[in-house]
């Protein structure tokens, strides 16, 4: 971590850009300073951070006892949508500005993300290319495959991101169901998708999306009783947080065939948030089993619009200026200035 005056800094709690030329050139131009550290607790986000004005988090938790050890923070601005890592009530409660960007900046990204995860789960691709790299060339590799068109695909939330994933989708022939408790079904159906209960869609989707928020609610959604009520030819896809769905829940259902497959953008001990993480996991070695390393918001552009978002909200904070992207209202905002996120990853 580079040392300056951290009475007129900014922290970067934690990043794995490479670099932090983005923020560095929003920051100091104007006229704060930069500390760019790796925190993996909250016990290291206080010691980085105590003193600064205002906090850039990626994956470190800045949790109450992080909020409260912060002696001088107004705002603490996230690198993406969701806010689970940050104690948003605890933040409003000291008077700090919580900000997070629009899904806008990744969504194309995690639609197309979980329409490759459901296509190379449905087509057996991984399964093809490793038997093929081990020098098996057979179509038997990959049995059974069915057929796309006249399946059911399920969407948990049909926020911005799963009306894209949705619109990607009805391309292959399937019929697009959704589950939304926040939305009317009015809505829902006007995407030309079916509204469906969590039940129904559980039990009776082909292939299930996960696009859903992490809430202590959504939390272990997809636990062993979740799982059982599956098709056993069901494929679950999920392109939101790793702990949605429960990892030794889905390692059973997958190796005992409760379900036929999973592919996971994340898994539930999030290794990123981990230092000398290691590939332990169990899921990692099961052949109806994909993971990516939370990757589904990447491309070269959605990571650069995400920095440039974070590094401005918080000089727009530190400036007197309202966020353009508010989670929390505090005392004396104005309403219409704050709102939570969208669905989204």
């Known amino acids: 971590m580079t040392r300056t005056d951290s009475s007129q800094a900014i922290l970067i709690a934690d990043f794995d850009f490479g670099d932090v030329d983005i923020e560095r050139a929003i920051i100091e131009g104007a006229g704060l300073q930069l500390l760019a550290a790796q925190c993996k607790s909250e016990d290291e986000v206080i010691e980085a951070g105590r003193e600064t004005v205002g906090i850039l988090t990626q994956y470190a938790r800045v949790g109450s006892r992080a909020i409260d050890a912060l002696t001088r923070c107004r705002v603490i601005a996230r690198y993406g949508t969701g806010v689970d890592i940050v104690d948003v009530d605890a933040a409003t409660r000291r008077e700090i500005q919580v900000t997070a960007a629009p899904n806008e900046w990744c969504a194309e990204e995690v639609a197309d993300h979980a329409v490759a995860l459901w296509l190379a789960a449905a087509r057996k691709i991984c399964q093809y290319d490793r038997a093929t790299r081990q020098g098996e060339w057979h179509w038997k590799t990959g049995r059974p495959i069915h057929r796309l068109r006249g399946q059911v695909l399920g969407l948990l939330s049909f926020g911005s991101i799963a009306r894209l994933i949705a619109e990607r989708a009805k391309a292959f022939g399937v019929e697009v169901w959704a589950h939304d408790p926040f939305l009317d079904q009015s809505e829902i159906r006007a995407y030309q998708v079916r509204p469906m209960s969590f039940d129904d ?137 704050c709102a939570s996120p969208p669905h989204g990853s």
């Open 201 to 337: 869609l559980v039990e009776n989707a082909d292939y299930v999306v996960v696009q859903t928020p992490l809430t202590p609610q959504t939390h272990h959604t997809f636990d062993r009783a979740t799982l059982r009520r599956m098709k056993p030819s069901a494929i679950l896809i999920n392109t939101a947080r790793g702990p949605i769905v429960e990892d030794a829940a889905i390692h059973q259902a997958l190796d005992e065939g409760w379900i036929a497959g999973a592919a996971l953008d994340d898994i539930e001990e999030e290794p990123a948030k981990q230092r000398g993480w290691r590939p332990s996991n169990p899921l990692l070695r099961l052949p109806n089993a994909i993971v990516t390393p939370h990757a589904a918001y990447y491309s070269e552009e959605a990571v650069r619009t995400v920095r440039t978002i974070a590094a401005e909200e918080a000089v727009r904070i530190l400036s007197g200026q309202p966020a353009r992207f508010p989670v929390n209202e505090l005392a004396g905002s104005h309403p219409h200035q």
